[in-house]
């Protein structure tokens, strides 16, 4: 089953990711997509599920999510105590795809309960119910996360890692990303060049003025606000300053930069 092409997210693919998702499915493979924030991996597994048909449970990982928040707990309902299933149970009940965005935020526990899934058993135990839950073959297990983002105490044990099919995503190239900023936020694309060529530059200064470069999702929202009639100045300052940093010296040095691609 698939679904319609109205019914499908809009993406851009820039390489092979979605012949490699299509065979991960297909051969009950677990898939890691590892790369920068914004740069589409989200928005790339919302088109890959509806594509393939299949339900989609996204779960935003934090510090404080624990195994029980995916795999289900019991709850007081009317006076009774009843089992509630997580959204990883669902996703196997159901056979759907279950992704877990920036799974290396999420507490130690939940890797121990993902290994049973991404081996040759590919089942959930559920140990609070007594249930050992057999995936069926339309269930799928994503993880991903931002490799460059990561301190020493938060990265995927290599054990785990080894147990998924990897793409590495990042920003796409610039006839690519004008493109996909254009569709998305319906400014006109030769509006869109300055746009791409000044995230370009900003991208550059990661790792020296900046922790982070400026995201395709961040570019889509400037172009969403000149779009919407925003001056092309105040509507990168809003979307493409302001966000990466609060230092006041290198904020001057990033407006030199649009002064410099802008005029």
């Known amino acids: 089953m698939s679904g319609t092409q109205t019914d499908i997210p809009f993406y851009m693919p820039v390489g092979n990711e979605c012949r490699l998702f299509e065979l991960a499915f297909r051969h009950k493979l677990p898939l890691l997509l590892k790369g920068p924030t914004g740069c589409g991996k989200t928005r790339f597994v919302a088109h890959m599920a509806a594509r393939m048909g299949r339900p989609l449970h996204t779960v935003s990982c934090h510090d404080d999510l624990t195994a029980a928040d995916l795999t289900g707990r019991y709850l007081l309902k009317g006076g009774d105590t009843i089992w509630a299933d997580g959204p990883l149970t669902q996703a196997v009940r159901t056979g759907g795809m279950c992704y ?19 081996d040759d058993r590919r089942i959930l135990p559920l140990d609070r119910t007594g249930e050992l839950l057999d995936a069926p073959d339309e269930f799928m297990l994503i993880v991903s996360y931002n490799p460059g983002y990561q301190n020493v105490l ?21 006839d690519i990303e004008r493109k996909v900023v254009a569709t998305e936020s319906g400014l006109p694309e030769e509006q869109v060049v300055s746009l791409v060529m000044l995230a370009q530059k900003l991208r550059a200064m990661k790792g020296h003025d900046l922790e982070e470069g400026v995201s395709t999702r961040l570019l889509v929202y400037c172009a969403t606000l000149i779009n919407a009639g925003l001056p092309v100045r105040e509507a990168v300052q809003a979307a493409m300053i302001e966000p990466l940093t609060d230092d006041f010296d290198v904020k001057k040095g990033l407006d030199e930069l649009v002064v410099a691609v802008f005029g």
């Not at 995927?156 to 610039?174: G, H, M, N, W, Y």
């Open 100 to 118: 877990l965005d920036e799974v290396v935020e999420a507490r130690k526990d939940v890797t121990v309960v993902l290994h049973p899934l991404t």
């Open 154 to 174: 938060k990265q995927l044990k290599p054990s785990t890692r080894q147990r998924f099919v990897a793409i590495e995503f990042d920003f796409p190239p610039a």
